[in-house]
């Protein structure tokens, strides 16, 4: 019989707070600056250079410590962890090991099998290093240091995922708070939010954990789920085979779907870390506390029972509208425009959410305004416009973000309100459509929809189908 193996998964998880300034000096935090423009003497790490801490990191840190459950070290300070690379212009990064600014907290997600808690080891500040840019072309290794000094938060997970799925709840779970308290935007893709995953495979019944390597370069949800399943086989077929797991640090190529080690996987003793002598502790006073709780911000949760009792939604649109920061920003701004929110949730949900899934977009990429979406919704309150123009309309506004009003004028696109003009259409229709009239009159109600169908083809889909309708039957029994 062949051995059943549980893979244990903990996560270190690196996201890039939303401060305008770097963590220990005032250049700009802007992603996709000019190579080393956003640099200084401190971020370039120059000789007789001095950091002086960001107030708004240590707020973000707070917020994001309550949130999720952790507990704060009143009193904390900065460490120096020393490496080499290229991209690290000190030789150490400043970080938090002693005494980090959260420890101990928890958040829950679901599962297939329900409700579980992920437990938080800590959370701690520290700065981002630079970027190595590799130019295969001219076969050199150019650096970049706009992103050296950007302020970070670590999440440390304790070991107490065992599944790609869950992995990919907590992160989740994780950057739904996250955007919602305004910490930072989370964007995998610009790396605002960086996973790396500690994984080991261990017998099913077993009490030890089993040698644990460290997977790097996941940088979407679908690169860290196959990351995730190709290690776990990767270090099962290992043991099988009677081979042991070497304790290393490991690339993940998602091209090749595959990983290939990078380097032994370090220990903390071989960074020999040390207090930073050039930044004082931090205090953290329960008065300071005090007013981070104070701006928490209504959470996912809170919001999702709100939009049920205030707004009468069902939970189904309740869950989708706030799993995104973005859309229920969106949603409630256009809500207090137009105060029609059911109208607005099927809009969101049905034609936005279908046109980023044909073109391959993320939530976070819906750029129209609040405003545009509600004057749409008031042109067909108004019966200015019937709602398959309607969809041709929001296609334009979700693309371009054009007032509906003025490029619903432009085109011509105003319900045909005109009776005589519609009743003309329809006997032309019914005089070229001898067969269906005869058919309609020998009981066949389809022949109808035939005629009204071709009356609002010919009208360009710009007639009430509701007026439409009526007018045909009349015709017709006439």
Not at 422 to 432: D, H, Q, S, T, V
């Amino acid at each position: 019989m062949s051995r059943q193996y549980e893979t244990v998964i903990g996560l270190e998880v690196h996201v890039e707070l939303a401060s305008k300034t770097k963590i220990f000096c005032g250049c700009s935090t802007a992603f996709g600056g000019a190579p080393n423009t956003h640099t200084c003497p401190v971020c370039t790490g120059m000789p007789g250079s001095l950091p002086v801490l960001n107030r708004q990191v240590v707020e973000y840190a707070l917020a994001v410590g309550l949130a999720t459950n952790c507990g704060i070290n009143q009193y904390c300070k900065f460490d120096r962890k020393n490496y080499f690379y290229p991209d690290n212009p000190q030789n150490y990064q400043i970080s938090q090991l002693y005494l980090p600014i959260c420890h101990d907290g928890w958040v829950e997600i679901e599962t297939a099998a329900g409700t579980k808690k992920v437990r938080i080891h800590e959370i701690h500040m520290e700065e981002d290093a630079g970027k190595l840019i590799h130019d295969e072309w001219e076969d050199v290794s150019l650096v970049d240091y706009n992103r050296s000094g950007v302020p970070l938060i670590e999440i440390v997970s304790e070991p107490d995922m065992r599944s790609a799925d869950e992995v990919i709840a907590y992160l989740e779970k994780l950057r739904l708070i996250i955007q919602y308290l305004g910490a930072s935007d989370c964007k995998l893709q610009e790396g605002s939010m960086r996973a790396d995953v500690n994984l080991s495979v261990r017998e099913v019944g077993t009490e030890a954990f089993g040698t644990r390597t460290e997977m790097k370069n996941l940088n979407s949800f679908k690169a860290i789920a196959r990351a995730i399943e190709g290690e776990r086989e990767r270090q099962i077929e290992l043991l099988e085979e009677g081979k042991k797991v070497i304790q290393e640090t490991r690339r993940w190529d998602d091209n090749k779907e595959s990983s290939h080690a990078m380097r032994s996987k370090e220990d903390a003793q071989d960074y020999r870390y040390f207090p930073d002598p050039d930044l004082v502790p931090v205090w953290i006073d329960d008065e300071w506390i005090e007013r981070v709780k104070a701006k928490q911000p209504e959470m996912c949760t809170e919001k999702m029972a709100r939009y049920q009792s205030e707004y009468a939604l069902p939970e189904y649109d309740a869950q989708i509208l706030t799993g995104s920061k973005h859309l229920a920003d969106l949603f409630e701004e256009t809500v207090a425009i137009c105060g029609q929110p059911k109208e607005v949730s099927n809009w969101l949900m049905t034609d936005a959410m279908r046109l980023l899934k044909e073109r391959g977009q993320e939530v976070e990429s819906l750029n129209f305004s609040p405003e545009n979406l509600a004057k749409l919704i008031n042109l067909i309150h108004n019966n200015t416009i019937n709602r398959t123009v309607a969809r041709g309309v929001f296609e334009a506004v979700f693309t371009d973000d054009v007032d509906p009003e003025q490029y619903v004028e432009e085109k011509g696109l105003k319900v045909v309100n005109d009776e005589d003009a519609l009743k003309k259409k329809i006997e032309e229709i019914i005089a070229a459509n001898p067969q269906s009239v005869a058919d309609y009159k020998a009981g066949k109600q389809k022949a109808m929809g035939f005629i009204v169908g071709q009356t609002m083809r010919a009208m360009k889909g710009k007639a009430d189908p509701a007026v439409v309708n009526a007018l045909v039957k009349e015709i017709l029994e006439a």
